[in-house]
């Protein structure tokens, strides 16, 4: 499992022994392995269906940024209920969702 994730045989032990957490680029990865979604997720705001897809394609805020155009701070003001999104940046990251398929 470790080297299919591409992390250390440690990593996976800290993981399991929950010592620590994968990082969210591992995300992905790990449910691939898995065959399922072993993350919880509670999806009711902007920011909660933003988190989800970043952690179902092992995004971080910045790899979503630079896909989306939509700067890494204003995902992570959304994600943590600082604001929310408004006009074109909405009409933007509905779009980029519906370009891909992955999303559930």
Do not use: C
């Not at 299919?4 to 957490?21: A, L, P």
């Not at 999806?43 to 909660?48: A, E, L, R, S, V």
């Not at 995004?59 to 006009?87: F, H, R, V």
């Amino acid at each position: 499992m470790a080297k299919i994730i591409g992390v250390s045989e440690d990593s996976i032990t800290y993981w399991e022994n929950e010592r620590s957490y994968p990082q969210v680029q591992y995300y992905k990865k790990i449910i691939d392995f898995l065959g399922y979604n072993p993350f919880e997720f509670e999806i009711k705001t902007w920011g909660d269906k933003l988190r989800h897809y970043r952690y179902i394609n092992g995004l971080t805020q910045k790899a979503l940024g630079q896909l989306t155009g939509i700067d890494p701070s204003t995902i992570n003001s959304w994600e943590n209920y600082k604001s929310e999104p408004i006009g074109k940046k909405v009409k933007k990251f509905e779009e980029f969702l519906n370009q891909t398929s992955k999303y559930s």
